[in-house]
């Protein structure tokens, strides 16, 4: 009962520092915060196809640049973003939906290097065809919308339209992971062939990750390309995809509150060595290669190991 | 019209030998010890640097800097990444090994970035900027020499994979190291071979590729890419599936640029690459691996 207790005071203490962090930081802490939310999304949706599932996806950056170009290009033509916004993710469900078929081909590492590839195809296609993203001078003047009539175009207005969508995303994957198919999830990752026997469409349930995991990466992108106002190809490369996957592991592959300590590592963490200066990156580089040495199963399984040495919880209630 | 093609053959040849050299290191990681090194393009663009710091730094000529500079690359690259960044996550699965070689990626990069410079280097090429003309048609001598060296690499390898005790430990170890274990292999050892040879193919490559391309800290962002695409091509289980990988890989490439589009040259060995994994996913010359229910 004290634990549920600590739980949601801890919650609302989170909830609280989020609500009131924009007066506490200048505009560039405001949107390093709003990509931390943009980014969590993404990364919640591969969690779900990677911690949950456990079908390794390198596309994820490829959705999100989907998610973004989809918006860029219909909003700066006029196109009302909520529109813009469904489209976008729908369009990610469907190809993820798509490239899933691969991954009842092939597992593991295999898996990782279909999606790869198809992540820098991607890339390439938004670098080359220039009819209709721009190429590499990519798409300006990316409307923020309005919300009840209220505009977003303020950083900090957008960054609680950001926080909004990471609450109703994190409130849907909470549900999810507990619903049915969330069981199925952790039942297609332990042991498919078990859970075939059992009764669980394991076909079914694969597909549905991966469509799942890459929808979530189309809203990411929806709501990054209003974020930064301007978009070309370079921030979709494979390098995002290495970063979201760093983010899942890192905070903890299959636990619900992995992306989001992971984003914070992958997002924040980068930006508080700034005053190493030059080295920034490097002691970035350091703590994650230090951190995988230490705990491989992520900040979240340390935690787990300090509180609770012995036991085993189950993988879906984590 | 004959003429370019067969040069182009040439030149793809000699590319391909190098994406063949550092895609054989990236397999025999993977068969001894599941290690799915995301960090071996900038295994390749590191060395270069070595001989580069060797010979400004220290005054040394190019011959004895690339001595110094192996010798470096096999402690490093080979011996202390193994010890302490593989042996302690390689109980825990493929996964966190992947993340911490992204680390290392990111690491080598920014540290050649800030340390020796964000520009391209000229780098001392292996052969004189010559052509040889060969039955009419001229070829690079360059791209001649780095063929002639690839294919020592990879005999001499094999060779010693095939006929030597070690070698045929080695083997063994990597198709089932346990019953390697009861026969008495250092199975250990074994595995810390396969690091160094691993170290020493990606100095060669770096040697052969860098007069090329110039010495840049962002090089091997798409000599992995590459490296690793013909390693999966091939067959990722296999020798000698990296080197057909690799030669495949070379001269697709380079005719790929040369007739349909040089903005789309990496795509085709990409599409090469899925359709490859799902219609013969061990490879083309690979054998198939048995899965893991």
């Known amino acids: 009962m004290s634990r549920r207790v600590l739980a949601i005071a801890a919650a609302a203490l989170v909830a609280a520092f989020l609500l009131a962090a924009p007066f506490g930081f200048k505009p560039y802490g405001v949107f390093i915060l709003s990509t931390w939310a943009v980014m969590s999304i993404a990364a919640i949706g591969l969690n779900l196809t990677l911690g949950y599932a456990g079908q390794i996806s390198l596309a994820q950056a490829a959705f999100v640049g989907i998610g973004a170009y989809v918006t860029a290009w219909l909003t700066t033509r006029g196109w009302p973003f909520w529109s813009t916004y469904l489209i976008g993710a729908t369009a990610c469900f469907a190809i993820g939906w798509l490239l899933g078929y691969p991954a009842l081909r092939v597992q593991h590492h295999y898996l990782a290097f279909v999606t790869l590839a198809f992540t820098t195809l991607v890339y390439l296609a938004f670098r080359n065809e220039e009819w209709l993203t ?7 003047n990316i409307p923020r919308p309005s919300v009840l009539g209220l505009s977003t175009e303020p950083g900090r207005v957008y960054y609680y339209f950001c926080l909004a969508h990471l609450a109703l995303v994190s409130a849907a994957a909470w549900w999810l992971i507990r619903s049915p198919w969330g069981r199925a999830f952790v039942a297609v990752r332990e042991n498919p062939v078990r859970a075939l026997s059992l009764g669980v469409d394991t076909r079914r349930y694969t597909l549905m990750a991966f469509a799942l995991g890459a929808g979530l990466g189309g809203i990411s992108g929806a709501l990054y390309a209003p974020l ?23 905070g903890g592959s299959g636990y619900f509150l992995g992306p989001y300590v992971g984003a914070i590592v992958a997002v ?34 340390l935690v787990e ?14 | 019209m004959l003429a370019d093609i067969l040069q182009l053959l040439v030149a793809g040849l000699a590319t391909g030998a190098i994406y063949a050299l550092v895609a054989i290191g990236f397999t025999l990681l993977w068969q001894t010890s599941q290690t799915i090194n995301f960090a071996q393009g900038e295994f390749v663009m590191l060395p270069a640097f070595f001989i580069l710091i060797a010979m400004g730094h220290f005054g040394l000529s190019f011959w004895p800097a690339v001595g110094v500079a192996t010798l470096v690359s096999i402690v490093t690259l080979g011996l202390l990444f193994k010890r302490l960044i593989v042996d302690p996550m390689i109980r825990h699965g ?6 911490a070689t992204i680390g290392l990626a990111i690491l080598m990069k920014e540290a050649i970035r800030e340390f020796y410079g964000a520009d391209a280097q000229p780098f001392p090429p292996l052969a004189a900027d010559d052509n040889v003309t060969i039955l009419g048609v001229s070829f690079s001598l360059q791209n001649i020499v780095i063929v002639a060296i690839g294919i020592a690499a990879v005999a001499a390898l094999q060779l010693f994979l095939n006929r030597t005790r070690t070698g045929r430990c080695m083997q063994a170890t990597a198709q089932n190291p346990t019953v390697a274990r009861l026969l008495g292999i250092p199975v250990e050892r074994m595995i810390l071979y396969t690091f160094l040879i691993n170290a020493a193919l990606v100095m060669l490559a770096s040697v052969l590729i860098t007069p090329i391309y110039l010495a840049k800290f962002t090089n091997g962002e798409w000599l992995g890419l590459y490296a690793f695409i013909a390693a999966i091509v091939g067959g990722f289980n296999q020798v000698r599936g990296a080197i057909v990988g690799g030669i495949l890989l070379g001269v697709v490439d380079n005719f790929a640029a040369a007739y349909i589009s040089s903005q789309y040259r990496l795509a085709l060995p990409l599409l090469i690459l899925i359709l490859v994994i799902l219609f013969r996913p061990q490879g083309l010359v690979g054998r198939v691996e048995e899965r893991t229910v």
């Open chain 1, 134 to 140: 721009g190429g590499i001078y990519g798409i300006t």
């Open chain 1, 228 to 250: 930064v106002q301007y978009i070309d190809p370079s921030p979709f490369a494979l390098g995002l995809s290495l970063n979201l996957l760093l983010m899942v592991v890192v």
């Open chain 1, 268 to 301: 924040l963490l980068p930006e508080w060595l700034r005053f190493t200066e030059g080295y920034y990156l490097m002691a970035y580089a350091v703590l994650v290669i230090a951190l995988m040495v230490v705990c491989p199963a992520g900040l979240l399984g």
């Open chain 1, 305 to 318: 190991r300090v509180l609770k040495p012995r036991s085993k919880a189950v993988a879906s209630d984590r």
């Open chain 2, 94 to 99: 493929v996964l966190p090994l992947v993340i």
